[in-house]
């Protein structure tokens, strides 16, 4: 095991590409139906979760299917070594195939999923911000939306012709890798590099729209922590990034200077915290459609119970009045009836500047 990189367990590999792919999808379902209860519509950016949740998927099985990733031991298990070290160059192990060709397709599929997730959040900023300053704002996201899809294309194409078009030198053995797929490392670490600033501008860019609003510093608050459950994938992303820089560093020493090749533990913690930062990139944007959706459940309960004890309440009364013999007439004029509170919240919202309007 290199030293700065600490592995994770076969059991944890395995139990993110399982568990992130079911809740990503569990939160995109409820995304949909939040936005059907409300009856809100469906927009470009709720469309662009299907995919982003396809490819998520695709991450988790190639991490734990039969005959790929862990239980064909090419992750969360040390590489294999030749009897011979003269013989390395050559060597040529089923555990060491198995990993180069999961790392191949799940950072391909890595980059088009977080595209669409970050393009998600772009358009959701893009339609829910309208302020004096919304031209100059779109302008922005438009900005933001291009760099993006091309950044995603762009990553995606050097990750498929690492090896120009000799596809298979990547998972032949390490001579075939030095002589084609040395690129891989420079992608793998610019990749991290750049996908981390781009969680961050994501993730401050309404910030400073909401703080500027005519409302209340409550209400700025509140809407504010709305785009905060961001802040996981941020966090997510800067872990990736240092442990990737750090995995690239020993990945360099492996390939390009001992010779020895990599340790298959170190590249298994950046394709782990690769899963990680993905799921927890689609979670994050469906999180506050479902908090809305949670919001209008617990208000439509608490309207339940506060009916049922007005109810019970009432009955309370008139049986004590009718005790006291007092008149039928006089105990209706005294009870009064609570009307039923329904309360709509919607997901399709609109946060809009008044100007010339106190804070309150």
């Known amino acids: 095991m290199s030293q700065g990189v600490v592995p994770p367990t076969p059991a944890a590999t395995v139990a993110a590409g399982i568990v992130f792919p079911l809740v990503g999808g569990v939160m995109v379902g409820l995304r949909f139906y939040s936005k059907h209860v409300q009856r809100a519509g469906y ?38 070594q030749p009897k011979d070290p003269k013989d390395l160059p050559t060597f040529v192990a089923p555990e060491i195939t198995a990993y180069r060709q999961v790392q191949y397709s799940l950072e391909m599929m890595h980059c088009l999923a977080v595209t669409f997730v970050k393009l998600s959040f772009l358009l959701f900023y893009n339609r829910i911000f309208v302020t004096p300053m919304r031209p100059v704002v779109q302008w922005l996201v438009w900005i933001l939306i291009v760099f993006c899809t091309l950044w995603g294309l762009g990553f995606f194409s050097n990750f498929m012709f690492a090896c120009g078009t000799h596809f298979a030198d990547l998972w032949t053995n390490l001579a075939t890798f ?94 782990y915290w690769t899963m990680f930062e993905t799921g927890m990139a689609l979670i994050s944007v469906c999180l506050p459609f479902t908090y809305t959706l949670y919001k209008r459940w617990k208000s439509k309960n608490t309207s339940t119970f506060d009916s049922s004890s007005n109810e019970r309440l009432g009955n309370s009364i008139s049986g004590f009045r009718q005790s006291r013999k007092q008149r039928l007439d006089d105990s209706t004029e005294n009870i009064i009836p609570l009307e039923d509170t329904n309360v709509m ?16």
Request: with cysteine; hydrophobic share 45%.
């Open 43 to 80: 927009y470009a950016e709720d469309w662009l979760t299907i995919p982003a949740l396809l490819f998520t998927t695709g991450m988790g099985v190639i991490l734990t299917c039969d005959g790929i990733g862990v239980s064909k031991r090419g992750l969360s298990y040390p590489a294999p």
């Open 178 to 271: 030095k002589r084609s797929c040395q690129r891989i490392i420079d992608v793998n670490f610019w990749l991290a590099i750049t996908d981390c600033i781009l969680d961050i501008l994501i993730f401050v860019f309404p910030m400073p729209l909401v703080w500027n609003l005519h409302m209340s510093t409550t209400r700025k608050l509140g809407v504010l922590a709305v785009f905060c459950v961001g802040a996981v994938t941020v966090a997510a992303s800067i872990t990736r990034m240092v442990l990737f820089i750090r995995v690239v560093h020993n990945i360099r020493v492996g390939y390009t200077k001992s010779g020895t090749g990599a340790d298959l533990l170190t590249l298994t913690a950046g394709l």
């Open 345 to 360: 919240v919607t997901t399709d919202i609109q946060i809009q500047s008044e100007p010339n309007t106190k804070e309150v």
